[in-house]
């Protein structure tokens, strides 16, 4: 008998400073019986650093939601989409391998990695050289204390705020805050 996701809801709020967007969004996550809670945390975390794209790219009227990520290999962990169903945003989280994300880039208009671990030097520098043509591909390195901390965060249901600023995520569930600074590797 196959094991079933583990869904998990979401209030958060994001106050992206940098961006000037201000919203909430009422969030399910399906947690994958092989997805840890940190991975499924930084998907949420990918989520609000790209929120204020729903206004920015898409004019308020398109969608940012989940992909099926690890149960489908065709689909992203997160997407944003127009009204036209055309896909602008594509976001991996992990360390993804080469051929995927270059096709991904092919089916959006920009596509982000968020890679964390400890493996994930590692990994950038075995697959830095074959992801130097797409254009619209920005790798990030999300801090291994950052990643595991904000895996003690996840609750089945939870209340977060999440503010932006100065390129610094702070993320809180009003007792405990995490901030992460990502570091740009491409």
């Not at 950038?124 to 790798?139: A, C, D, M, S, Y």
């Amino acid at each position: 008998m196959a094991l079933k996701s583990t869904i998990f809801k979401a209030a958060l709020a994001v106050a992206d400073i940098d961006h000037g967007y201000y919203a909430d969004h009422a969030l399910t996550l399906a947690r994958h019986p092989s997805e840890t809670d940190e991975r499924m945390m930084i998907r949420l975390v990918a989520l609000a650093l790209n929120a204020h794209k729903l206004q920015d790219v898409c004019n308020g009227d398109g969608t940012l939601a989940f992909g099926a990520g690890l149960s489908n290999v065709d689909e992203p962990d997160v997407w944003l989409r127009d009204f036209t169903g055309e896909t602008k945003l594509w976001i991996e989280v992990g360390q993804p391998e080469d051929k995927p994300i270059i096709k991904a880039c092919g089916k959006a208009d920009e596509v982000i990695v968020y890679c964390f671990n400890h493996a994930a030097e590692i990994w950038w520098r075995g697959i830095e050289n074959k992801l130097t043509r797409p254009q619209n591909l920005q790798v990030y390195r999300v801090p291994t204390e950052a990643s595991q901390a904000l895996a003690a965060l996840a609750q089945r249901s939870m209340q977060l705020q999440a503010t932006i600023q100065e390129n610094t995520l702070t993320l809180g569930d009003g007792v405990n805050s995490i901030d992460v600074e990502l570091l740009r590797w491409k």
